[in-house]
């Protein structure tokens, strides 16, 4: 079992920036992709970026690419989510996920989701 647990999400004024934080726990994960989704209000989950552990391979939705940066501390089993010129349509409730596939498809463990809201 893994436990995931997010924090960093907050309120944030459009063109700002928010740091996501994912402490992850349990078993090994010496092999696991860790990464990010998020879920809009009355839309689906999707797929916002991932990072694997072996070699800091990165993908990205492409609606983030050149805004999120991904990366990991995998001494300190966290993975962050470093989000710059945030628009409103950003808001969302952010996942971390863990997943023994690349690029996390599909998700073997999710964390409880941290808020982020962009005002215009």
């Known amino acids: 079992q893994v436990q995931l647990v997010e924090s960093g999400g907050g309120l944030v ?3 700002g920036s928010l740091r996501l934080s ?20 009355g839309k689906e989950r999707e797929f916002v970026a ?11 939705a492409d609606f983030v690419k050149g805004r999120f940066t991904i ?19 950003d808001t969302a409730v952010y996942y971390c996920a863990a ?5 996390l498809n599909p998700v073997d463990y999710w964390g409880q989701g941290t808020q982020v809201t962009v005002s215009s």
């Open 13 to 15: 004024q459009a063109g």
């Open 22 to 41: 994912c402490v992850a726990s349990g078993r090994t994960l010496s092999n696991y992709v860790l990464g990010w989704f998020r879920q809009a209000p």
């Open 50 to 60: 991932a990072i694997r552990r072996s070699d800091y391979l990165t993908y990205y």
């Open 71 to 89: 990366s990991r501390d995998n001494a300190k089993n966290t993975v962050y989510l470093q989000t710059n010129t945030l628009k409103p349509e």
């Open 99 to 103: 997943g023994s596939s690349w690029p």
